[in-house]
């Protein structure tokens, strides 16, 4: 092999984990803080407007409720799914670790089809992000974290393809990579649970 | 977990396996009682309240269950109480705002 990077598989003597994993985690403090930014002007814009939606009725009416309900369950279900594709690895088997992670992809696209109707519904209707504040919170939090989403299957789909040749070299070193992109994937799945009932249903 | 995991056979990590379905379930019915509860039209600071209370339960399987928090080594604990720290100041900042621009911020 070429030149090795150190504690990919070992844990480090001073972390006590492997460098990707303390990596992957470092990264997680930054998304919580850039989340975390945006949710606190949500905080701020809604509580400055005398009627949020600003153009009246509740968050629940002009939202989607059922759509956002169906899409949190598959958010759910995509988190076990990483869980099991990487248990699979762990009990050594890779053709199930295929099947779980094939499971989590789909369901990411699911999430994505979802929100393309949404989102769509909302722009037919002359909704943009610029029609008003709730709009615009609502498609700069949703559209990140889509983003995320897409970063995700992008990752995900990698393990699930080419990625999974490292298998064979490492087995150690793959589901540790497996880990990390679960890590990753259950954080997107704990934005959402914040982002489901403050965007829609309060 | 996932570091004791590693000295265990594929057998006994096996029977682990149970926890997930558990909060896996668990999740799912919280988000059943969510959206219930808004269907009751509480008043706002309730409906907030409790929406927030089970939000954060449900993150807080995820992260122990899931993210296998529950047994993680220190380092990893002290970059997040660092992170709670900074992200609770960065959800404080509203509340030193909102007072002088109650009505300077409005919705269009």
């Not at chain 1, 789909?106 to 504040?133: R, W």
Request: aromatic content about 14%; overall charge neutral.
């Amino acid at each position: 092999m070429e030149t090795a990077i150190p504690h990919l598989v070992e844990p480090h003597p001073v972390t006590g984990i492997p460098n990707g994993k303390f990596g992957i985690w470092l990264f997680l403090a930054s998304e919580v803080m850039l989340f975390g930014a945006l949710f606190s002007s949500y905080v701020l814009i809604r509580v400055g407007a005398p009627h949020w939606p600003p153009e009246g009725g509740l968050s629940s009416e002009v939202l989607n409720v059922p759509l956002g309900t169906f899409n949190t369950a598959v958010l759910i279900t995509s988190s076990i799914t990483m869980v099991l594709a990487w248990a699979s690895c762990k009990m050594g088997s890779l053709p199930k670790f295929k099947l779980w992670m094939a499971a989590t992809v789909g369901l990411a696209l699911v999430f994505l089809v979802v929100k393309y109707f949404e989102y769509s519904d909302k722009f037919h209707h002359g909704h943009f992000p610029s029609h008003d504040n709730f709009y615009g919170i609502y498609f700069v939090l949703t559209g990140l974290h889509g983003l995320h989403i897409v970063g995700g299957i992008v990752v995900n789909t990698y393990l699930l393809t080419f990625g999974s040749k490292l298998w064979n070299v490492d087995r150690e070193w793959f589901t540790n990579r497996v880990e990390n992109a679960g890590l990753y994937w259950h954080f997107v799945d704990l934005v959402w649970i914040f982002l489901f009932p403050s965007l829609y249903l309060l | 977990m996932a570091e004791h995991a590693q000295s265990e056979s594929p057998e006994e990590f096996k029977k682990h396996l149970g926890r997930y379905y558990v909060v896996f379930v668990a999740l799912l019915c919280l988000t059943a009682i969510t959206v219930g509860v808004s269907y009751l039209k509480l008043n706002r600071p309730l409906a907030i309240a409790v929406a927030l209370i089970i939000a954060t339960v449900k993150a807080g399987m995820v992260a122990a269950v899931f993210m296998h928090l529950i047994s993680e080594k220190k380092v990893i604990y002290a970059v997040l109480v660092l992170t709670a720290l900074f992200f609770a100041l960065v959800l404080l900042i509203p509340s030193f705002t909102a007072y002088e621009g109650h009505h300077i911020i409005t919705g269009t």
